[in-house]
């Protein structure tokens, strides 16, 4: 259907999201396998937890606030050299970990990952909207969910090598080969040229017909609408992420056997990461046909109910693997219905970079994760924290549907008639 308004010889755009999404489950378990590193590292060096969760928080900070520049050279440049680079990267990172003999040197670990994830995840998802301007919300899903999902994975074999050989050996390792393969793959990866994709008039949401530069979107309210949104949602998500692992453990439910052999923790961890993973291309999909701002009044209205229950009723070991599930599903979709949203209302010319801008508010959001671990201290228990995430995600939905939705309408049908084109 749609895709007869391609070329004659179109390009098979499934295998390029295809290796989009590969690249995406490579670098998956830098940030959501990282919570199986942080009881090691504090056993083995001594390192107060907290401090190590900075290593986290300038990982996320450096995985987003780089990412215009990145994106702005895959815009220019094309893809394959970014991606490339990011693979470099990203072994690096973990290379150093595995080295670490110091905080500073774990921080300095971070730092190059955090750029090498940048450099992959923000190309991904831009080519990814730039290839399926008919399907957005369930390609940029579809990508975005190898980044939430990827780590599962990795999970039990993580687990296994830190158990026989120790956390750093697993640093080296799924860094060295995860790396290697993200490579290789980027030299397969391309834009889509003129008349290679469908009309936008394919799509069923409403969508700019003109492409704002990054200049214009940062001039945009509506940007700093659905940036404020992201800060809120993407900080409670964060927190469970790199949290979760000390949660179970303090209700006393993480080593409890529940399944098959399996710990909750495991379990946990494994249900979370496929959830999370599943989110982004449902909730995207969902959103391709009612709509960007309802299909986030309906995710984060979940995300809220879930943050509460596992704050007040998730110390038993099913309920902890429900509730946090819960979590995961209705969080993971913000890096699909954001992306799609962003690049609906300000055109796919210069997509890459202006999501990147966007794609920064989950760097400022991580500046929060290590905040959490104070709160608990200080009150005693996270139920403190996990009802301040349950009502970010409340608010949010407020804001997706009284204040985003209509300003994105009129920005659209009314401004954009007036705005300069591309």
């Given at each position: 259907?749609?895709?007869k308004?391609?070329?004659?010889?179109?390009?098979?755009r499934?295998?390029?999201?295809?290796?989009?999404?590969?690249?995406?489950?490579?670098?998956?378990?830098?940030?959501y396998?990282?919570?199986?590193?942080?009881?090691?590292?504090?056993?083995?060096?001594?390192?107060?937890?907290?401090?190590?969760?900075?290593?986290?928080?300038?990982?996320?900070?450096?995985?987003t606030w780089?990412?215009?520049?990145?994106?702005?050279?895959a815009?220019?440049?094309?893809?394959?050299?970014?991606?490339?680079?990011?693979?470099i990267?990203v072994?690096?990172?973990?290379?150093?970990?595995?080295?670490?003999d110091?905080?500073?040197?774990?921080?300095f670990?971070?730092?190059i990952?955090?750029?090498?994830?940048?450099?992959?995840?923000?190309?991904?998802?831009?080519?990814?909207?730039?290839?399926?301007?008919?399907?957005?919300?369930?390609a940029?899903?579809?990508?975005a969910?190898?980044?939430?999902a990827?780590?599962?994975?990795?999970?039990?074999?993580?687990q296994?090598?830190?158990?026989a050989?120790?956390?750093?050996?697993?640093?080296?390792?799924?860094g060295?080969?995860?790396g290697?393969?993200v490579?290789?793959?980027a030299?397969?990866i391309?834009?889509?040229?003129?008349?290679?994709?469908?009309?936008?008039?394919?799509?069923?949401?409403?969508?700019?017909?003109q492409?704002?530069s990054?200049?214009?979107?940062?001039?945009?309210?509506?940007?700093?609408?659905?940036?404020?949104m992201?800060?809120?949602?993407?900080a409670?998500?964060?927190?469970?992420?790199?949290?979760?692992?000390?949660?179970?453990?303090?209700?006393h439910?993480?080593?409890?056997v529940?399944?098959?052999?399996?710990?909750?923790?495991?379990i946990?961890?494994?249900?979370?990461?496929?959830?999370?993973?599943?989110?982004?291309?449902?909730?995207?999909?969902?959103?391709?046909h009612?709509?960007?701002?309802?299909?986030?009044?309906?995710?984060?209205?979940?995300?809220?109910?879930?943050y509460w229950?596992?704050?007040?009723?998730?110390t038993s070991?099913?309920?902890?693997?429900?509730?946090?599930?819960?979590?995961f599903?209705?969080?993971?979709?913000?890096?699909?219905?954001?992306?799609?949203t962003?690049?609906?209302?300000?055109?796919?010319k210069?997509?890459?970079?202006?999501?990147?801008?966007?794609?920064?508010?989950?760097?400022?959001?991580?500046?929060?994760?290590p905040?959490?671990?104070?709160?608990?201290?200080?009150t005693?228990?996270?139920?403190?924290?996990?009802?301040?995430?349950?009502i970010?995600?409340?608010?949010?939905?407020?804001l997706a549907?009284f204040?985003?939705?209509?300003?994105?309408?009129?920005?659209?049908?009314?401004?954009a008639?007036?705005?300069?084109?591309?």
């Open positions: 259907m749609a895709e308004s391609m070329g004659a010889s179109p390009p098979n499934w295998l390029q999201l295809i290796m989009l999404i590969g690249c995406m489950v490579l670098i998956a378990n830098l940030q396998g990282w919570t199986l590193f942080v009881r090691p590292m504090n056993q083995a060096h001594g390192w107060a937890i907290a401090d190590i969760q900075i290593a986290f928080s300038i990982f996320v900070a450096l995985e780089l990412t215009p520049v990145e994106g702005w050279l815009d220019k440049i094309g893809p394959k050299l970014v991606v490339a680079f990011g693979g990267l072994a690096i990172g973990w290379i150093i970990n595995s080295q670490a110091s905080l500073m040197m774990l921080y670990g971070a730092v990952s955090g750029i090498g994830a940048g450099s992959v995840y923000a190309t991904a998802v831009g080519n990814s909207v730039k290839w399926f301007p008919d399907r957005r919300g369930l940029v899903g579809l990508t969910a190898g980044f939430g990827g780590a599962a994975l990795t999970v039990i074999p993580i296994a090598v830190i158990a050989d120790g956390y750093a050996a697993a640093f080296f390792w799924f060295l080969v995860q290697a393969i490579f290789i793959l030299w397969f391309r834009a889509p040229e003129p008349g290679q994709v469908p009309s936008a008039k394919a799509a069923q949401v409403i969508q700019s017909t492409s704002y990054p200049g214009q979107v940062l001039a945009a309210p509506v940007f700093w609408i659905l940036y404020v992201f800060v809120m949602v993407s409670s998500g964060l927190m469970a992420t790199a949290q979760i692992a000390l949660i179970a453990r303090d209700y439910v993480a080593d409890s529940i399944l098959l052999g399996g710990t909750t923790l495991t946990a961890l494994l249900v979370d990461n496929v959830l999370n993973g599943a989110a982004r291309p449902l909730f995207g999909w969902i959103s391709d009612i709509g960007r701002e309802n299909t986030m009044a309906i995710a984060f209205s979940l995300g809220g109910v879930a229950l596992l704050g007040s009723a998730g070991p099913w309920a902890f693997v429900v509730f946090a599930g819960l979590i599903l209705t969080w993971g979709e913000i890096f699909s219905l954001f992306p799609s962003c690049t609906d209302t300000f055109g796919p210069f997509a890459t970079t202006n999501l990147s801008l966007l794609y920064t508010a989950k760097g400022a959001s991580a500046l929060l994760v905040v959490a671990n104070l709160v608990t201290v200080a005693g228990s996270w139920h403190a924290v996990l009802l301040v995430t349950a970010m995600n409340f608010i949010v939905v407020v549907l204040v985003l939705k209509p300003l994105r309408s009129r920005w659209i049908t009314l401004l008639q007036h705005a300069p084109a591309e």
